[in-house]
């Protein structure tokens, strides 16, 4: 009996450390994510609405494609969305899974882009989806805030376009919505406000303008009073009464006697 409740301790020991590291597990995890997050959100919603795209898609791209800022090709090439080429004559060569035709996976070498800073790259994604290829400006047009509906549009704009992974759209649109990422759609960076105050004093002056020129016709076109015909009808009626009462005696023809 001993030696069974010995045993019954030590087991409830081990599941109780179990759970324990398991929970701290999750909330270092969430604290990775909640951290990567916040450490790009600015440069990521400023370039996003600078460039007529969704700050909520380029987010699920960088957590996608650099693993949370953790994959080797983020740490290395500070290259947070797996754009491939050099940059600045800069570039790092890296293992890459790619999806045939057919959807067949398969791992091959590529150079892809290494960037001085993050910023850097949030930036180089954003020209490289409002620009296109060099065959084909608008191949990213599908990712356009002025070209689509939402997010979902602009994710699933970029299967088969931007990756060959079929799946990619729904990925992100995934991220997208778990991490609560439209909020980023939303957010109104400096230059933003900026516009708005700038458009809100132009709309004041305009009202302002408009509301000078109304006034100022109002007193140029001013409607004469209403003239009082009452005392010249009056006098018309009396005129043609005396003249009924004028007797006119005919003309004597005078003859001259020669």
Known sequence: MKRFGIRLLLTMT????????????TKAQASVETD???????PVVSVSHQNHLYASVMMAQAILESDWG??????????YFGIK???????????????????????????FKKYPNVTAAIKDNASLLRHGTDTDSDYYSGTWTDNTVDYRDAAAALSATYATDMAYGNKLTK???KYD???????????????QIADSVKDSMNKQSTKTVRSQKEKVVKVPPKVDLSNFDKTRATFKNDA???KIKPLTPIIKLS
Request: hydrophobic fraction near 30%; charge should be positive; avoid cysteine.
């Open 70 to 79: 953790q994959s080797e090709l983020a740490v290395t090439g500070n290259n």
């Open 36 to 42: 990567f997050i916040e450490s790009i959100k600015k």
């Open 175 to 177: 991220l997208i919505q």
């Open 181 to 195: 990422l439209t909020k980023l759609d939303t957010s109104t960076s400096s230059l933003d406000i900026e516009k």
């Open 14 to 25: 081990v599941l109780l450390g179990v759970v324990a590291g398991g929970g701290e597990s």
């Open 85 to 111: 080429g050099s940059y600045n004559g800069q570039s790092v060569t890296m293992a890459t899974a790619e999806y045939s035709g057919k959807g067949k996976r398969y791992v091959t070498n590529a150079s």
């Open 244 to 246: 009924s009462k004028i």
